[in-house]
């Protein structure tokens, strides 16, 4: 049966962005089967697809279309931004564990994220730490504007309602809480904060209550969740929340905690999550947005260091969160400048970077995360970079 309501959802976003049609036909059909996977939501007026995404009758996806697909544009696509280091939580598979140094300033923070835009960035998460810690943070959020898609990565640790407005009043398009666990004892226990279980709800519940701002459950998928086949009883749990999205990603090896072979997911354990994805979209409800999906080969690969940027909250700048490599500081280059030269040195490829490459890393990084400059160029003389995603096969032909 066709879904009227959902066609013309559709037949809207794309008169929005009539240029569309001049895309090469190959593109407009990989996009046609990648974007069909998922059900189109109205949040606010924004036609939202997945939180990974701009609005798609937005400026920022007009930007997409304009700078990414009628022309090869070089610079990058997506950036997370640290806006501090500082939160009450104590995560043990936290990217920023080990991370240390000079917190940058607001006039730093807005400096970059002006600059990430002119070099292409039409997607921004705001992340840390605990973002909302940074008593700036609505104002940052102002500064990204509506030519780029903002998304803010919490835990809901001092959220207040007026908190929330102000947010959407500042132009907050997605927001993702951190919710590892349907059992109220498990998630405190992972996150050592007693509390974190009903300080997740309610922001939740507040962020809904605003109305306008697209509401995603942040969740790091454990090894025992995949090996006991609970993620089903998870999905269910969110799915009761009321929420727009669930957003899942599998725990990375990015700090020591995590340098196992065991702990790594498998491609066999990566398949069954997308198959659960595609199959939960095809309900219409609860969007359920895989990472490992967007990553896959057959879709956009991992765009680490290519299409993807990651600036830490002292400034050092990596290939996205979950790599400890720093190719140098915002707050002494330009992310222009160090962008390009990270660039030279990342190709997308058809598979994640860390999930391939930890072992090799591990033996470079010492007790210092992220690895120094010198350390990381050294490190990428071993790798060798996999075939490139489809997208990218067809972008490049």
């Avoid at 605003?210 to 998870?234: P, W």
């Amino acid at each position: 049966m066709v879904n009227t309501s959902q066609t013309m959802k559709v037949i809207k976003a794309i008169l929005s962005n009539p240029q569309i049609i001049t895309v090469r036909p190959s593109i407009n059909m990989f996009l046609y089967n990648y974007l069909r996977k998922f059900r189109v939501k109205d949040v606010g007026g924004n036609l939202m697809l997945h939180s990974h995404l701009p609005p798609l009758n937005s400026k920022a996806y007009s930007r997409f279309i304009n700078e990414h697909l009628l022309v090869k544009g070089a610079g990058p696509s997506h950036a997370q931004i640290g806006v501090t280091n500082a939160c009450p939580q104590d995560c043990g598979y936290c990217y920023n564990k080990k991370r240390t140094g000079r917190v940058m300033d607001k006039e730093t923070i807005i400096r970059t994220i002006r600059d990430l835009k002119e070099i292409g960035v039409f997607w921004i998460g705001l992340t840390g730490g605990e973002p909302l810690l940074n008593k700036y943070i609505a104002e940052i959020v102002e500064t990204i504007g509506d030519s780029c898609s903002s998304k803010l990565f919490t835990t809901g640790c001092t959220l207040t309602k007026q908190r929330a407005i102000d947010l959407k009043n500042a132009g907050l398009v997605s927001v993702s809480v951190s919710l590892d666990h349907w059992k109220e004892s498990e998630h405190d226990k992972i996150r050592r904060y007693d509390g974190a279980f009903r300080t997740a709800l309610d922001a939740i519940e507040i962020f809904k209550s605003i109305g306008g701002v697209h509401v995603s459950v942040s969740a790091v998928l454990s090894k025992e969740m995949l090996n006991q086949d609970l993620i089903d009883e998870y999905l269910h749990f969110l799915e009761g929340l009321g929420i727009h999205e669930a957003w899942l990603s599998e725990t990375k090896p990015s700090v020591a905690a995590s340098w196992r072979k065991e702990l790594v997911i498998t491609e066999e354990e990566r398949a069954m999550l997308i198959q659960l994805q595609d199959s939960y979209n095809k309900q219409g409800k609860m969007t359920v947005n895989y990472l490992g999906h967007f990553e896959d080969a057959q879709h956009f690969g991992c765009s680490a260091g290519h299409k993807m940027v990651y600036v830490d909250a002292f400034g050092e700048v990596s290939p996205c969160v979950f790599i400890p490599m720093s190719f140098g500081n915002v707050q002494e280059t330009s992310i222009k400048e160090l962008y390009t030269t990270m660039r030279q040195r990342f190709p997308t490829e058809s598979s994640c970077f860390m999930n391939k490459n930890f072992e090799k890393l591990q033996r470079h990084s010492g007790s210092q995360l992220p690895i120094s400059k010198d350390l990381s160029v050294k490190l990428l003389e071993e790798i060798e970079f996999g075939p490139l995603p489809k997208f990218f096969q067809l972008q490049y032909k």
